[in-house]
């Protein structure tokens, strides 16, 4: 049972154009979630999060929305550079199991100069 | 501030071979997760501790892994007897549990099993 989705496995956009990532959850008692960036050979680096109380986070060229009644959330990146390609995830936490996240698959972003 | 540290950063191994991989979590960090990384499955959790204690062990796949936490400092995933299929990047994460649930990562371990 996946709990958290990302139904594009994929995403090419053009330097300086917006980039939308997309997440969808199923556990309504998910309420903090976050996004991941993962360049080859390293490790997930935290990119930016949103607690279940805002419907909007930004920082800088990053902006997370979250609409809780669709159970949706978002990762816009404006405008996107070549530096942006990566795997980007989604992941959820219910806020029990010490810390414990949900992730997606993955959406692999490519920006082309 | 030193991140998460993982070692070694490559792994080769022959099959029946027994692997150790080591993390060291950020200091002050009370949870540590372990994943795996394949292409079939993506980020797999394999199992997390918080305060040095295993809460949940579910992801592990076979009786062939085991982890170990014996200090906050220092933690161990352990496979034997090793196999092909065990081929994957296996990565550490900590956070602070209590002060947000944002987790952070090491560079991960690629192991290769032959």
């Known amino acids: 049972d996946q709990q958290v989705k990302q139904n594009s496995p994929s995403l090419s956009v053009q330097e300086g154009r917006i980039s939308i990532l997309n997440c969808d959850y199923t556990?309504?008692?998910?309420?903090?979630f976050l996004w991941y960036k993962k360049y080859p050979a390293e490790g997930p680096t935290f990119l930016i999060s949103?607690?279940?109380?805002?419907d909007k986070n930004e920082d800088g060229r990053f902006t997370v929305f979250l609409n809780k009644s669709a159970k949706h959330l978002s990762l816009h990146i404006v405008p996107s550079q070549p530096g942006d390609s990566a795997v980007y995830f989604c992941?959820?936490?219910?806020?029990?199991?010490?810390?414990?996240?949900?992730f997606g698959q993955g959406t692999i972003l490519t920006v082309h100069p | 501030d030193a991140g998460v540290i993982q070692s070694p950063r490559h792994e080769v191994t022959e099959m029946g071979q027994e692997v150790t991989l080591r993390c060291k979590p950020i200091?002050?960090?009370?949870?540590l997760f372990w994943y795996r990384q394949t292409m079939m499955r993506g980020l797999e959790l394999l199992i997390y501790?918080?305060?040095?204690?295993?809460?949940?062990d579910s992801g592990m796949p076979e009786d062939r892994f085991s982890a170990k936490m014996p200090n906050a400092s220092f933690s161990t995933l352990k496979i034997q007897p090793s196999e092909p299929r065990d081929s994957a990047v296996y990565f550490c994460?900590?956070?602070?549990?209590?002060?947000?649930?944002?987790?952070?990562f090491g560079p991960g371990t690629r192991l290769t099993v032959l």
């Open positions: 994460a900590s956070s602070s549990y209590g002060a947000g649930d944002t987790q952070y």
């Open positions: 556990n309504s008692m998910f309420d903090y």
């Open positions: 949103i607690s279940s109380i805002k």
């Open positions: 992941a959820a936490s219910d806020g029990t199991s010490y810390g414990k996240l949900t």
């Open positions: 200091s002050g960090h009370n949870s």
């Open positions: 501790f918080n305060n040095n204690v295993p809460i949940d």
